[in-house]
């Protein structure tokens, strides 16, 4: 028995495993976040309150997600990384559970502020594991991988929430879900003991953790204008994810499964476009014009969905949303290994978890401006038309910094 654990620990030790570990956390911390949002139209019946506010709990996940970010590459040098992620999943699990225990709208944005708290040191935790363990020719497609875990549990959010409440209902969703982050945080234990041989346990974790990351990022004249571009971004990629259900089940009469599904291909094309999009920027474009061609990607996507009619095919439909997830979601892995590159030596989840608060803090505004616009518009056509604009007037930022030949054009190596 002790050999069998001694076996998985060392398997999971490896690169590969230190890969299978970090993105199968990550996949399920992500499900975590989009489950509401997956089932938001019945949500919004059960407490009789709008669907659109789906994007106040948005909000309020990112709301924890940034402090919690923020702290975490101090948390991650203190405890350790793979701990870190244990936490967060407890923590995440909490949030779930306390929604079941409490459905009033006080009760499920407690759980949302909860699930952001777990949520936010996770991808500064795997940034860490991952800068000690992989080849540097190799990192923007590894990180890439790593990061379809988020795409990949919004796969998983689509296709197994609605179901899940179709069959019991809010409560069995919830409740599933949080188990499952408790299993995945017990099958986490095996490597801790080699992963977080790096822990420092007398580090000093003081108030002034807070802010010294982004510090760090916004003092850094390379780092800063990558997390600056990403704050647009994550405002895309969670709009897309948190309004599509809604969006498909109201306006073009979608059922909660059908829009659902919809969501998961959507999703499906971020786990897709993270890896090829890494790929390519390893081999040929680099960050900046990569970057670049994702944000035009977004704007055109975007602008098309909101142009949708409850007459356009389905199958037209599910290829323009997959187009959307490949660009939407699938910006991020080629982000990170830029960061964790340009990062001080031994800095890589400080100064991903500094530019992290930057593109939580988008992910936070934007569902909030895209809401309200909706509401003024009393459509979310004119939420994703908005994204659009702001998404295009990126890319063309990007785009001139790629031909001056700032620090945006570089490439990942």
Sequence with gaps: MLGARGGIAAALSSPWGVLAVTLAIQ???????????????????????SPSLVGAYVGLVYVGATVASSIGGPLVLRYGALR????????????????????????ICTGALLVGLGYGPITPASSHLLARTTP????????????????????????????????????????SVAAGCIVCALLAQPPRA?????????????????????????????????????????????????????????????????????????QAGGVVGRVAWGYVADRWLGTGRMLA???????????????????????????????????????????????????????????????????FFGVVLGPLLFSAVSALFDSERAGFAMLAVAVAACAWRLWRGTRTGGPPAAAAS
């Design 27 to 49: 996949a399920l911390m992500s499900m975590t976040v989009i489950t509401i949002p997956a089932m938001a139209p019945a949500v919004a019946q059960a407490l009789q309150v």
């Design 136 to 175: 540097p020719e190799r990192a923007a497609l590894v990180f890439s991988i790593k990061q379809t875990g988020v795409p990949l549990g919004g796969v998983m959010a689509g296709a197994i929430v609605p179901p899940l409440v179709l069959a019991g209902g809010v409560d069995l969703a919830l409740w």
């Design 293 to 359: 061609a994702l944000a035009a990607l977004m704007a055109v996507c975007a602008a098309a969905t909101a142009a949708l009619q409850a007459g356009v095919p389905r199958p037209l439909v599910l290829v323009l949303l997959a187009a959307f997830g490949a660009s939407a979601t699938g910006w991020n892995g080629v982000y990170l290994a830029e960061v964790a590159r340009r990062a001080p030596p031994g800095m890589a989840g400080t100064a991903t978890g500094g530019s992290l608060a930057i593109t």
């Design 194 to 266: 080699a992963l977080d041989a790096d822990r420092d346990p007398t580090r000093a974790v003081s108030p002034g953790s807070l802010w010294r990351p982004v510090r760090l990022v916004l003092g850094h004249p390379q780092l800063a204008p990558l997390a600056a571009y990403s704050f647009a971004f994550s405002a895309m990629q969670m709009c897309l994810a948190a309004f599509l259900v809604t969006y498909l089940h109201a306006h073009l009469g979608y059922s909660l499964v059908a829009a659902g599904a919809a969501l998961s291909v959507a």
């Design 84 to 107: 870190v992620s244990q936490f967060g999943l407890l923590a995440c699990a909490a949030g779930m559970a306390l929604s079941a225990l409490w459905p009033t709208l006080a009760g």
